[in-house]
């Protein structure tokens, strides 16, 4: 028995020499190789850079006028250039001018749910609703206690046909009180 356990102290000191060389052979190769990349990266960074010179810039001339047998001419321009269209900046945020004129626009569709739903003139109620950047509204619903077929006609109402102007942001969580008219019934 001991023998064998001499055998395999013997065998385990091979081992152990054989990852210890293993292991400086690899710390070497990568310092090795990252000495060669410094050296590299410093001569890059000291030499001269190769300056190429720029094409020179040649005028052109403008073309000639042909003056064909038939005594064509390219007609010349006497009308002023028409300035370009100003369209409308886009604002980063929908402020409370820009909510009450699109609730504006659909005030004969909320009134007309105020018809439908037998409301009496002049009822207020909340919605909650959050307008795109595009200007369409993304959700609306009624707040309470107006969880009620009118409330959510209005919701209704103000998802699908309300249109506001565009902006970069869009607003989210606009609370409106809306006041309804009965102008028929």
Same mark, same amino acid.
């Given at each position: 028995?001991? #023998?064998?356990?001499?055998? +395999?102290?013997?065998?385990? @000191? ?9 292991? %400086?052979?690899? %710390? ?19 030499? #001269?850079?190769?300056?190429? +010179? ?5 005028? $052109?001339?403008?073309? +000639? ?10 007609? +010349? @321009? ?8 100003? @369209?409308?900046? %886009? ?15 659909? $005030?004969?569709?909320? !009134?007309?749910?105020?018809? /439908?739903? =037998?409301?009496?003139?002049? /009822? ?5 609703? &959050? %307008? $795109?950047? !595009?200007?369409?509204? &993304? ?22 046909? =309300?249109?506001? @102007?565009?902006?970069? #942001? ?6 409106? &009180?809306?006041?309804?008219?009965? /102008? &028929?019934?």
């Amino acid at each position: 028995m001991p #023998e064998d356990s001499r055998r +395999e102290r013997y065998f385990d @000191r091979e081992a152990e020499k054989r990852a210890r060389r293993n292991f %400086v052979l690899m %710390v070497a190769g990568f310092a090795a190789l990252a000495m060669v990349g410094g050296i590299a990266l410093a001569l890059w960074i000291f030499s #001269e850079p190769e300056e190429d +010179e720029p094409p020179p810039i040649v005028a $052109q001339e403008p073309p +000639e006028v042909i003056d064909d047998d038939d005594g064509f001419l390219p007609p +010349e @321009r006497d009308e002023p250039i028409p300035e370009p269209i100003r @369209r409308p900046s %886009v604002k980063r945020k929908l402020d409370d001018g820009d909510i009450s004129k699109g609730i504006g626009r659909i $005030q004969g569709a909320l !009134n007309a749910c105020a018809v /439908t739903h =037998g409301a009496i003139d002049g /009822t207020r109620l909340t919605v909650d609703f &959050s %307008v $795109q950047p !595009n200007g369409r509204v &993304s959700d609306a619903y009624s707040r309470p206690p107006h969880k009620t077929p009118l409330g959510f006609c209005v919701a209704k109402v103000i998802r699908t046909q =309300g249109k506001f @102007r565009k902006s970069k #942001e869009g607003l989210g969580d606009i609370r409106r &009180s809306i006041t309804l008219r009965r /102008t &028929s019934g």
